[in-house]
């Protein structure tokens, strides 16, 4: 079936470096939707891109939907503690879900 | 508003044993979805709802069932639990197709099988 492969799993950044993660689909996605995850949490819903090409910004996190519509991009300009966690994408249409990458802060 | 209430937080089962996880939403959504998740992996659908009195199965099915007992609840079953199946369990529920679907998750129900 179809999957939705997310990079890196893990990344390990200094206060105030910035963080991408990437999601990438062998076929076309219906939507994408973003989450974040605190340890030990729940996810809990960024965003929604649905248009190809679409670009959304929410204070320092940038979200990207690719033209084909079979890749999406989140970055964070300079992170903060209050960042770490691990950030999922997923098709909510066809109910589909990145492994997620972990962000981690060195100390 | 409670958003999506899952009982237990915590479960530790013997092989063989069977149980039941609860789950209801109070946003009057008409889906319903159990995932479980494992470490280092994305969150992986057993079973959804997409509407009261529906049931579908998802990516990893087997060894669990579900009933759709109304519009407010959800409940996933194991029948003869297996060390393979200790993960967390989510239940999440949305307004599908409605613009923006997001979906809303459970505390999560941590599930040891020994």
């Known amino acids: 079936g179809q999957q939705v492969m997310q990079i890196p799993q893990y990344q390990h950044v200094q206060e105030g470096e910035d963080f991408t993660t990437y999601c990438n689909s062998s076929t076309t996605l219906s939507n994408i939707q973003w989450y974040k995850q605190r340890p030990g949490g729940h996810p809990v819903f960024l965003i929604q891109l649905v248009k190809s090409g679409e670009v959304k910004k929410q204070k320092r996190l940038t979200f990207q939907f690719g033209e084909a519509k079979k890749n999406s991009s989140l970055h964070i300009t300079a992170t903060q503690t209050t960042d770490v966690g691990t950030y999922f994408c997923?098709?909510?249409?066809?109910?589909?879900w990145g492994a997620g990458t972990k962000l981690i802060i060195k100390p | 508003n409670a958003g999506v209430t899952q009982t237990p937080k915590f479960q530790v089962l013997k092989t063989g044993q069977s149980m039941t996880l609860q789950c209801a939403q109070d946003?009057?959504?008409?889906?319903m979805y159990w995932y479980r998740q494992d470490p280092g992996m994305g969150l992986r659908l057993i079973y959804y709802?997409?509407?009261?009195?529906?049931?579908d199965k998802g990516e990893v099915p087997n060894g669990y069932n579900v009933s759709r007992l109304n519009k407010r609840e959800f409940s996933l079953r194991l029948e003869s639990a297996a060390p393979s199946q200790t993960s967390v369990y989510f239940c999440?529920?949305?307004?599908f197709g409605q613009g923006v679907s997001e979906a809303f998750f459970g505390q999560g129900t941590r599930l040891t099988v020994v």
């Open positions: 709802s997409a509407s009261e009195g529906t049931t």
């Open positions: 997923a098709d909510n249409y066809q109910l589909i």
């Open positions: 999440a529920s949305s307004e």
């Open positions: 946003m009057n959504h008409n889906s």
